[in-house]
């Protein structure tokens, strides 16, 4: 588990956030086929991503594994992955790794640091749905043996939980009174779900700043969030003794069973980790900053 460290902005600005048509009547195959072509009309971006490899030459292995040009060419297509929809990016990025696996260092570097970009909890870019299409491919494809594939897939099932519009994972938690509490039991429009380690200098200050900062302290007041505390890790003595650090109007609970890491009911791979759920408890932001949760509610309330 790792420490992130944050920095507490001014909270303000704005944060931007099928139709199924019936037929009747029996078509052609060739209609069909005419009516696919039509349907996939692909944007300027769209494009781009997926052609972005096509003059990249994955055999020049030096090339690729300087940072200014391989690691910054990754970097920038993630970033690029962000102006598509997730089928494109998911195309996007088994068109990529297709191509980098005829050079076993060449995808085994890729792999490293998509991993590294997307998936380790200091990592700016951090993006779940972007490293599930990683995983999703690691686990098909004919690169790996079935003993390597395996290794990803307890990742790949973690990545899919907890997922934006997904109602998060119920679990029960004992709160500072002693009472025995569930996820789904808190009533409030929005929930900040704070996971934290007691031994987490940053944990430490941004819940200093969560206690201090007016604006937030307003929006707790108010009940338009209630926020829920957790410490995961399992050690009693050290939660008890961490309360003096923590506001008495939030919901504080320790994971008395464990179940959090035990079923992995949550990706908790650096701390804090944070979740905004909506009054249904559904997933609003996922591993997010705390500024972002903060606009977000702020935006909305």
């Not at 506001?247 to 992995?264: C, H, L, M, V, Y």
Request: charged share 30%; with cysteine.
């Amino acid at each position: 588990m790792k420490c992130v460290p944050f920095k507490l902005l001014c909270i303000g600005g704005a944060i931007t956030l099928l139709s199924i048509a019936c037929n009747p009547k029996p078509k052609s195959d060739q209609q069909d086929h005419a009516e696919d072509k039509k349907a996939i009309v692909y944007t300027g971006a769209d494009s781009a991503v997926l052609s972005y490899w096509d003059k990249i030459d994955m055999q020049d292995t030096a090339k690729i594994k300087d940072p200014n040009i391989g690691e910054q060419k990754l970097a920038d297509f993630i970033s690029a992955l962000n102006s598509v929809s997730d089928t494109v990016a998911d195309h996007a990025v088994a068109r990529m790794l297709d191509k980098a696996k005829g050079n076993k260092v060449t995808f085994d570097h890729f792999i490293k640091l998509y991993e590294h970009y997307l998936y380790e909890g200091n990592s700016p870019m951090r993006n779940d749905n972007r490293y599930e299409s990683v995983l999703r491919y690691l686990i098909k494809t004919d690169q790996l043996t079935d003993l390597e594939k395996e290794a990803y897939r307890p990742v790949y099932k973690l990545v899919q939980r907890n997922k934006v519009g997904q109602v998060a994972e119920d679990f029960s938690f004992e709160t500072s009174d002693g009472k025995t509490q569930k996820l789904s039991d808190v009533k409030s429009k929005y929930t900040l779900l704070f996971f934290y380690d007691t031994e987490c200098p940053h944990c430490k200050q941004m819940i200093a700043a969560l206690k201090d900062t007016p604006q937030v302290v307003d929006l707790f007041e108010k009940k338009q969030i209630q926020m829920v505390t957790i410490e995961p890790w399992g050690d009693r003595n050290k939660w008890k003794n961490f309360q003096t650090h923590l506001a008495e109007n939030w919901i504080n609970g320790f994971d008395t069973e464990s179940d959090i890491q035990k079923k992995r009911l949550y990706d908790t791979k650096a701390s804090p980790t944070i979740y905004l759920l909506d009054a249904d408890k559904k997933v609003i932001l996922k591993d997010t900053e705390l500024q972002q949760a903060l606009q977000y509610v702020v935006q909305l309330t």
